[in-house]
């Protein structure tokens, strides 16, 4: 077995390679005879997928197949895009309890941490990057936590190489976290909107004041001059504003002020969304949630039901499908659970295909990244996943995962415990078998 | 007619062991409430001072016919039937004779299996929604206090309970938390509307000792005088045992001649005696192999049974041991890394330890996972193919059913589709593995006390009255 770390850096120095126009044969691959979900458009039966040089370069049927192509029989399997988990703090959290491994989050000044960047935090060597992708993540997008304002998120694919090699984009949202206030020093939920405000006001003064700052002529600001100018994009609409919110009134809260500030506005978790559904489906807004959750975990989330994103999507919202049971790590060694999530989703009302589009294109497309990834196209990035059979089944398993064209099958950490223990009492000192 | 069943049922463990009686009036709960204690003399002259006051809500005799029937007592029997009268099951089978008062429920393309047990619950004493006001499942003012019983903080109004039961789960063990070395007796509930804890209380199930290995005692003591280390935990699980032999012997001692006044009374010795008298099942916090291994040491030196290893993300590496000292383990499919004693989780681990001949069993430690404890096995059955190591619906149902029950001292009374047993019973929507099956009816004693399909047949406990919105469109 080759250790992981030279198996990396070899992954790496062949995309490397891929990147600047080397070609060999293995870099094409056709994925042949199974039934292929484009996302972006009907499924094909016994449809084929090319991908070269790390791209996909045709989905169809009767797709000619390259010479010297590797091929894979889909024959029976299911095909569809690399799944996005769109709300993970993978690779900037490795074992939760222990302080050292965990930079999701950043201290900030008075719980403002807009210029906060999670991704420089982001580690490729993380053990949990292949759980994820062994089990059909290909991308995910990296969430910072805590605070007011707890920093921008960044969308990555589950490869090796260096952090620059992973990010697909970055920033990708702001995100701020609105409902609870002892947890950001204020005293009631209509206090954390005014503080927003203010953050969003000294924003746009700033912006056009910027001179007057440098000569400090200007008035003390809410926030520090490089969070300030982390929320620029915000008010210029450039970049979304991810607010995580669970009570209806708070969600409605936020709506004002996207509408007041015109920031385009995601929201997150949103446990009673679907109470103001229409609202949200009338302002354009998408909301990222689950469907393992109906705790009234709290008061501002009394109203959590799994249908929620079932009849969020019928009322018309574009919806993406994150970890919200509760337990686990979902955010982290459980990010490989949002099949299970888009499963409980179907069984709580949403269609099997918006399911799927709410773990592909839907998230991709909110952070700005539909023509990279969440889709089977040309020109979309190789994350391609051959499925056994209904991806969101348990009995299903992924019998080959790509992504950038490359594919994975590199043992786990866990795998390689299996291995050693699954004769008793372990082979610690005896050689592994490969 | 019972000759029959056991004829379909062939190879079925149950036939040999089931009770005769093939119908059972209802019996009232004080009087199977008679805490059948075992080996030993309790130290107190109340050992029931909070007895159950649970009786079985009104039934009716219900055959579902056409069903399959994972009944954790042997093979899937597909298109079978079942039939349940007062509150006990009556027959199970390829057919059943449905009296002419039954209600039939035809059950095509649906499962039936025994009612979810989890054994591993903090339901009422971390009550929804939350916060200080309800948390009330660590006593964490010292690292010892087998004083205290769960029962006692439980919530009977946790809107917790009623999607509990939703999920198809129809015993609950509440367990105090995971601070304390020593965190107290656990309470096995009945998931049932109850005006109090003991209206819910499971009658005549023996209590449990909930005792934690590892980080979370020694995160919580170490700035607070110890244990700050895991040396210190053990030193603490010894003291403590050294102190309940001791007071064992004095009642025993009392309880046999009556000399004297009695030895006085300590509510926190006297459950530890209890544990040593074999009365009480342990139930032990613990993810790491090498700490397993300690722990059952201590059982050893003290003389009492450990009766399950819960959380035991490491449990796949001494499965072997846990089979010979026939410890369960309580296991979750897929959590783990969330902190270094559980960095070594698998998901085969249910599946490896099933194997190794140990009972393995699916718990939750969570109000949201123990309400898909039939997702989480699922998983597991899958990582266990994943290696070769195929586990069947019929032995993976016993995960969720017998298994626990055996756990809880129970496997006499539930966990299993067998005559004679409780008529706690899920009827699935399809197959329990599959993620889109969800239980469509739940029936407790054979009272049918949630019903998908009708909203007046869904419990909603006065918490939920105003606070919750009704969620009908």
Known sequence: MIPYRIFSQLVVATVVAATIGTTTAAQTIAITG?????????????????????????????????????????????????????????????????????????????NIAAAFTVWEGLNPNSVMLAPARKEGITSFVIIPTGGLVAGQAALADVVPGTTTDMIIRAPVAMVAEVGDPLSVGLSSRGEIIVKLRELLEDTKFFRTHRDAFDRAQSRPFAASRLDLQAMIPVIEGRLPLLITVDRASDIDAAMRIARDYNVKLIIGGGAEAWMIADKLAAARIPVLTGAMNNIPAGFAALGQRQENAGLLRKAGVQVALIGNAGGGDEEAFNVRNLKQEAGNAVSYGMTWDDALRAVTLAPAEFFGAADRIGSLQPGREGNVVVWSGDPFEFTTRVEHVFVRGREYKEKTRQDLLIERYRNLPGTHNAPLPE | MRVFFCLLLLGAAGCASAPSQTSTSPTPARDSAQTDFGRGLTSTPNADPFPSTYVPFPSRTTVIRNVNLL??????????????????????????????????????????????????????????????????????????????????????????????????????????????????????????????????????????????????????????????????????????????????????????????????????????????RGNMLVHNHCYRADEMAQMIDIAHEFGYKIRSFHHGVEAYKIADLLAKEGISGSLWADWGSFKMEAVDAVKANLALVDHAGARAIVHSDDPSGSQRLNQEAAKAMEAGAEIGMLVSEEQAIKWLTINPAWALGLDDRIGSLEAGKNADVVLWTGDPFSVYSKPEKVWVDGALLYDRLDPSEQWRTDFELGFIPLNRN
């Open chain 1, 34 to 110: 199974g039934k292929v979900y484009p996302v972006s458009g009907p499924p094909i039966e016994n449809g084929t997928v090319i991908i070269s040089n790390g791209k996909i370069t045709a989905v169809g049927v009767n797709v000619p197949i390259p010479a010297g192509a590797q091929r894979i029989d889909a024959g029976g399997k299911i095909v569809t895009p690399g799944f996005v988990n769109s709300s993970t703090q993978l690779g900037v959290q490795e074992v939760s309890a222990v302080n050292d491994t965990r930079d999701m989050s950043a201290r900030g000044r008075d």
């Open chain 2, 71 to 276: 009944t954790a007592a042997g093979p899937l029997i597909r298109s079978g039937a079942i039939l349940m009268q007062n509150g006990k099951i009556v027959a199970v089978g390829a057919s059943v004779t449905a009296p002419a008062d039954a209600l039939v429920i035809d059950g095509a393309g649906k499962y039936v299996t025994p009612g979810i047990i989890d054994d591993h619950s903090h339901l009422g004493v971390y009550a929804a929604p939350g916060g200080n006001a309800l948390s009330d499942g660590n006593e964490a003012t010292s690292p010892t206090t087998p004083q205290v019983w769960a029962e006692h903080s439980v919530w009977p109004q946790d809107p917790q309970f009623p999607r509990n039961l939703a999920g198809g789960v129809t015993t609950l063990q509440v367990l105090p938390g995971s601070a304390n070395l020593i965190g107290g007796r656990s309470v096995v509930l009945k998931v049932v509307p109850g005006r109090t804890v003991q209206a819910m209380k499971f009658p005549g199930a023996k209590y449990g000792l909930k005792m934690a290995c590892g980080e979370n005692p020694k995160r919580v003591y170490g700035q607070r005088g110890g244990p700050s280390t895991r040396m210190g935990n053990v030193a603490g699980y010894r003291a403590a045992w050294i102190r309940a032999q001791d007071y064992r012997r004095k009642w025993d001692k009392w309880n046999a001649d009556h000399k004297g006044d009695p030895p006085t009374r300590d509510l926190g010795l006297e459950t530890l005696a209890e544990v040593l």
